[in-house]
């Protein structure tokens, strides 16, 4: 089957592929219906019954984004998700492998229809996780299979030699396309020993790509385009018109160079997904244990009370809210055609999140010792266990930012803590996420992610719990920021006072859980 490439009717801006690159860009074939196993009952996912009372508002509730209808949505084409091949690192490509993948005819991969039991689906899921919706839009061919990119982007592959991150597809006998911006993009890690962790805090150089495609537009010829395509772009993802001023208009004010240097500041596992901002990151989620976190996103954003509301969070991230309304700002300008867009069906969603629920935390290495035991001891006696509570290491509430009043009516609905950690509210408060809060986050599986905070600051857990780091002086080891060259990472206090010999066993504990 033929498709089109997912993409603009103009080139794809490469610098907010992160945001651009989570929505099917152009149109694609809808998949035939299939019937499904009687066994399975799949939620419906845009229901609007069940979006009531689902999301946390954004601090200025005036501007809560207001989702598209149902009959909108659901008249949104079906995007076919095709069989995908491993990309190799050119070094490690098998030999006659391009010939093979060009003699290869296309095939869909997800078939609803086939899946009988809940392995079948979690199988199937996993497919859905993999599957990419751009393509050709920042990685070509020629980069993929070239060790000189490879070098420049810092891009980790596998001890096998695969990346991991983006997939090959084949849309047409006789043409490879480079598939992007799957779920495993941004929740797949490469590990130091070349193991791959499937749903963990990703750790691909989107900034550093992004930096490189920007770079190669700083010229008198590419560069009025370049900004063109930008204004849009940033418009559809990050553009907070009701703040006065926006902290997307520095951006406007820049050459394409300090564009590109702003995105290569972005280490990875930090990614300025669609709704944050270019000023404000994100760290990405760990999706290992999300089946047991009661809100979803760093700003809990979105309540999470059943398989349904994942499938809808998932629908919104992977496009759908790009059509939101926030108050009487509409990104678009005006609502698009449904018919030049396209969606995960439900079966995709539903399968999806069974796959994401499956997920199991790699071995830990890391050995519960004799430093181990003095630092869960330290961990009790410290209190930590109030909002990080064992098993989960989280007690699944959300804690308000500096500067934001918590409503009575939200102490009714939802699980406020009394107090907020002082931590930078700026993500809280300033993007199209920005609830007033943050969620307490989990501290199961810290010893396999990086960087720290709500914004990737600092690259380890000895930098979190370095006092130095809330001095004037501090140069954060994560993200910096725009134009920082040095940044106090203030709040969040816990753990600062202690002797070092006390913080060494504290952090032992923190990898082994």
């Known amino acids: 089957m033929k498709h089109r490439n997912l993409r603009l009717s103009f080139v794809l801006l490469a610098l907010v592929a992160?945001?651009?690159g989570t929505i099917s860009l152009g149109r694609t074939p809808a998949a035939k219906k299939s019937m499904l196993s009687a066994d399975f009952d799949v939620p419906k996912t845009w229901d609007s019954e069940a979006f009531t009372g689902m999301e946390v508002p954004l601090a200025d509730p005036t501007k809560t984004p207001v989702h598209v209808s149902a009959d909108y949505y659901y008249r949104i084409?079906?995007?076919?998700?095709?069989?995908?091949?491993?990309?190799?690192?050119?070094?490690?490509?098998?030999?006659?492998?391009?010939?093979?993948?060009?003699?290869?005819?296309?095939?869909?991969?997800?078939?609803?229809?086939?899946?009988?039991?809940?392995?079948?689906?979690i199988k199937a899921g996993e497919l859905v996780f993999e599957a990419p919706i751009t393509y050709n839009a920042l990685n070509k061919l020629a980069d993929v299979r070239n060790a000189e990119w490879y070098k420049n982007s810092g891009m980790p592959v596998s001890?096998?030699?695969?990346?991991?991150?983006?997939?090959?597809?084949?849309?047409?006998?006789?043409?490879?396309?480079?598939?992007?911006?799957?779920?495993?993009?941004?929740?797949?890690?490469?590990?130091?020993?070349?193991?791959?962790?499937?749903?963990?805090?990703?750790?691909?150089?989107?900034?550093?790509?992004?930096?490189?495609?920007?770079?190669?537009?700083?010229?008198?010829?590419?560069?009025?385009?370049?900004?063109?395509?930008?204004?849009?772009?940033?418009?559809?993802?990050?553009?907070?018109?009701?703040?006065?001023?926006?902290?997307?208009?520095?951006?406007?004010?820049?050459?394409?160079?300090?564009?590109?240097?702003?995105?290569?500041?972005?280490?990875?596992?930090?990614?300025?997904?669609?709704?944050?901002?270019?000023?404000?990151?994100?760290?990405?989620?760990?999706?290992?244990?999300?089946?047991?976190?009661?809100?979803?996103?760093?700003?809990?954003?979105?309540?999470?009370?059943?398989?349904?509301?994942?499938?809808?969070?998932?629908?919104?991230?992977?496009?759908?809210?790009?059509?939101?309304?926030?108050?009487?700002?509409?990104?678009?300008?005006?609502?698009?055609?449904?018919?030049?867009?396209?969606?995960?069906?439900?079966?995709?969603?539903?399968?999806?999140?069974?796959?994401?629920?499956?997920?199991?935390?790699?071995?830990?290495?890391?050995?519960?010792?004799?430093?181990?035991?003095?630092?869960?001891?330290?961990?009790?006696r410290e209190g930590c266990a109030g909002c990080h509570e064992p098993p989960l290491y989280t007690n699944n509430k959300l804690t308000p930012v500096e500067g934001f009043k918590v409503p009575e009516q939200h102490l009714k609905q939802f699980d406020v803590l009394s107090y907020c950690v002082e931590t930078d509210p700026n993500l809280a408060l300033k993007t199209r996420r920005g609830t007033g809060y943050y969620k307490v986050p989990s501290l199961k599986g810290v010893w396999y992610r990086g960087p720290f905070e709500h914004s990737g600051s600092v690259a380890t857990l000895e930098d979190w719990f370095d006092p130095k780091r809330t001095r004037d002086d501090y140069v954060p080891t994560g993200f910096r920021g725009v134009g920082v060259k040095t940044r106090p990472l203030r709040g969040h206090r816990f753990g600062l006072d202690l002797s070092d010999a006390d913080r060494k066993a504290l952090i032992a504990f923190l990898r082994t859980l």
């Open 159 to 380: 001890k096998d030699g695969v990346m991991p991150f983006n997939r090959y597809v084949i849309p047409a006998k006789g043409t490879v396309d480079v598939g992007e911006f799957a779920c495993a993009t941004c929740h797949t890690r490469v590990m130091p020993d070349g193991t791959i962790i499937k749903g963990a805090q990703g750790n691909y150089p989107l900034g550093r790509l992004d930096e490189l495609f920007a770079r190669s537009k700083a010229n008198p010829k590419d560069e009025q385009r370049f900004f063109e395509r930008a204004r849009f772009a940033w418009r559809l993802a990050y553009l907070t018109p009701w703040l006065k001023p926006d902290p997307m208009d520095e951006m406007l004010k820049m050459s394409v160079a300090e564009v590109a240097s702003v995105a290569g500041g972005r280490p990875p596992g930090v990614q300025a997904r669609t709704g944050t901002s270019l000023i404000y990151p994100v760290a990405i989620s760990d999706l290992i244990g999300v089946k047991n976190r009661r809100y979803l996103d760093r700003t809990g954003l979105q309540l999470h009370r059943s398989i349904g509301d994942m499938m809808r969070y998932a629908a919104l991230n992977q496009g759908a809210s790009f059509l939101d309304r926030y108050g009487d700002f509409l990104p678009y300008g005006e609502m698009p055609d449904p018919n030049i867009r396209s969606r995960y069906s439900d079966e995709a969603l539903y399968a999806l999140t069974l796959y994401l629920y499956s997920l199991e935390p790699p071995p830990n290495p890391n050995k519960f010792d004799q430093s181990a035991a003095r630092g869960q001891k330290i961990f009790q």
């Open 77 to 121: 084409p079906v995007m076919p998700i095709y069989k995908s091949y491993p990309i190799y690192a050119p070094d490690k490509e098998p030999a006659g492998y391009m010939d093979w993948l060009k003699k290869q005819e296309p095939e869909i991969a997800f078939d609803p229809s086939k899946l009988k039991t809940n392995e079948d689906w």
């Open 18 to 20: 992160t945001a651009l």
